[in-house]
């Protein structure tokens, strides 16, 4: 048997050489340039500014033929951006620091949300953080986002997570809510709309992950080519992308009608979905310098390493601001 590490390698290697040959068929067909976007999971809040711009036309009024690759991990996500099988990637967290810190020529360049939304739920026997000794805890991958805010809280609650309790990590979040449903974990980290499948479920909430500077979960990141020999596509790309942001910000019941349909789930979950997460939703892509700082700091801690990097070798948001107001 080969070892599972070489599987997932794999796996990878052949999804992306897939993509790839798939891209290269396409180009000839269609004369609309064609962007291709990597996002990582299903489809969740995180997507909808996409979905939004795909949804209502906005791609196709820039002439752009955008094709959303979802169910795409994290990690291959980014890698298909360095690969150049894919022009952009929703992923602009420590997987994507990751890669620059490693000689990567990638940039993030549009962000979506300026807080996390995750939750940790529990069963109602855990009625407090020193009830979580011996528990065991559901996340995603070791590194992500939400499994570093669950680190923190665990660490400000007094809890060493390596010794007093369990983390499991079985990935996406209703993956996650299941197996908090099924009673194979005590705990989970969960996001929308597991969090409110768990409260309807008779699970109570833990702590919320709001408070956290510095976590993001939503935006677009891509290569130095497209930044710099496709300026002109990115431009109109981000351009769509930013009206199908706003519009997500400002159309309640169009945007949870959006939701419903890429999200698999009723309508009147998607508007509380829409109203749970709305708050943490930026409306013109960006994020001060100040803020750009400790989201470098938050993320080279989640990373574990001692390196410092300039702002401006991670985030360029001059498209967007050149942009203008709404």
């Known amino acids: 048997m080969l070892p599972n590490k070489l599987h997932i390698w794999i796996g990878t290697f052949m999804f992306i050489l897939v993509a790839h040959l798939t891209a290269l068929s396409a180009e000839g067909q269609d004369s609309r340039p064609i962007v291709r976007v990597s996002s990582p999971g299903s489809d969740t809040v995180y997507s909808m500014p996409f979905r939004v711009a795909q949804e209502q036309g906005y791609y196709l009024e820039e002439g752009l033929d955008v094709r959303i690759l979802a169910g795409v991990r994290t990690g291959p996500s980014v890698q298909m951006l360095v ?3 894919v022009e952009a990637t929703q992923t602009v967290g ?11 020529p990638l940039k993030v360049v549009m962000i979506f949300n300026d807080k996390p939304s995750y939750w940790l739920y529990s069963k109602k026997s ?4 020193a009830d979580l000794k011996g528990a065991k805890i559901a996340s995603s991958t070791p590194g992500s986002t939400n499994d570093r805010l669950l680190k923190i809280v665990l660490e400000k609650k007094g809890l060493d997570w390596k010794k007093d309790l369990l983390v499991i990590y079985i990935g996406t979040s209703d993956v996650r809510i299941r197996a908090l449903i099924s009673g194979a974990v005590e705990a989970a980290v969960l996001t929308l709309p597991g969090n409110l499948v768990a409260e309807e479920a008779g699970f109570q909430q833990l702590a919320s992950f709001e408070s956290e500077v510095g976590a993001l979960t939503g935006g677009v990141a891509t290569g ?29 019941e ?10 698999n789930i009723p309508y009147k979950t998607a508007l509380g979905t829409y109203d749970t997460g709305i708050p943490v939703f930026v409306s013109d892509g960006v994020i001060s310098e100040d803020f750009q700082d400790k989201v470098l700091d938050f993320q080279l801690k989640a990373i574990g390493t001692d390196k410092r990097i300039p702002r401006d070798k991670v985030f360029d948001f001059s498209i967007i601001k050149s942009l203008g107001p709404k």
């Not at 420590?94 to 990567?104: E, F, K, Y």
């Not at 855990?126 to 953080?129: A, Y």
Request: hydrophobic residues 45%; glycine residues 8%.
């Open 94 to 104: 420590t997987t994507t620091l990751a890669a620059i810190l490693q000689g990567a």
């Open 83 to 85: 690969a150049g099988t």
């Open 254 to 263: 169009g945007s949870a009608r959006i939701m419903a349909k890429y999200m």
């Open 126 to 129: 855990v009625r407090s953080f």
């Open 224 to 252: 130095e080519p497209f930044l710099s020999k496709r300026r002109d596509v990115l431009a109109r790309f981000l351009r769509a992308t930013l009206r199908g942001l706003r519009f997500y910000k400002d159309n309640r």
